[in-house]
């Protein structure tokens, strides 16, 4: 296991149409995280999944945001209706909740260009 | 207010300078973790404190609980080490609050 994989690593879509991204988390991992990052800023927390179960959702999560991990695996984001301001880097975390606190990797992210 | 604030935003440094970033967070933590991220984007975790001080290679990370601070050192600083810093603190409740980065660019 190589570490968290983000799919695609780069997209650029007209605005209106629908993306969807992958995220592969470290196979033990429980907890699969969402964030979005804009340029010079940091990360913002979008949603988390305690396996399959969605446990929170941040109110930047607008209705064209929907997110799944349908197996407790890996996750999809999908951003429906792409607006320019949706551009930004996407990233996917993981992490294994233990007895010594929450071990935590980053993928590469996929950045989205709304055009 | 954002629930982390890092110090300072930018910072430059000449090659073999000590340099420190700062963190101070207002909610109850669980952990605190310093991420790197190079320009590409990747981020990568440096280190995960719940108390007390880790070192890795010429990198130190030191936290008070108390005073809800943080403190990540490099000591020797070289070119490569030029990225963005992150702070960000696991709540209680286990949600994730990040700064907003610090800059830093060392110059050979």
């Known amino acids: 296991d190589t570490g968290v994989s983000q799919n695609p690593r780069h997209k650029i879509t007209k605005r209106g149409q629908n993306v969807t991204f992958r995220c592969d988390p470290i196979?033990?991992?429980?907890?699969l995280y969402w964030y979005r990052q804009t340029l010079g800023q940091g990360p913002e927390f979008l949603t988390y999944f305690q396996n399959e179960a969605q446990l929170e959702k941040s109110r930047l999560l607008s209705d064209r945001f929907s997110a799944e991990r349908p197996k407790g695996s890996f996750s999809t984001l999908e951003i429906q209706r792409t607006e320019q301001g949706d551009s930004a880097m996407y990233l996917c975390?993981?992490?294994?909740?233990?007895?010594?606190?929450?071990?935590?990797?980053f993928g590469s992210g996929t950045r989205l260009t709304v055009v | 207010k954002n629930e982390v604030e890092q110090s300072p935003q930018n910072l430059t440094a000449q090659e073999g300078e000590f340099i420190t970033i700062n963190c101070s967070y207002s909610v109850g933590i669980s952990a605190l973790h310093w991420l790197q991220q190079h320009p590409g984007g990747g981020i990568v975790s440096l280190f995960m404190?719940?108390?007390g001080k880790k070192k890795h290679g010429r990198l130190i990370a030191t936290i008070n609980i108390q005073e809800k601070h943080s403190s990540l050192h490099i000591t020797a600083s070289h070119p490569r080490d030029s990225a963005v810093y992150i702070c960000?603190?696991?709540?209680?409740?286990?949600?994730?609050?990040f700064g907003t980065g610090t800059s830093l660019t060392v110059i050979p």
């Open positions: 960000a603190v696991a709540s209680s409740g286990n949600q994730f609050y």
């Open positions: 404190l719940s108390s």
């Open positions: 196979s033990e991992h429980n907890r």
């Open positions: 975390a993981s992490s294994l909740l233990g007895r010594q606190g929450v071990g935590y990797t």
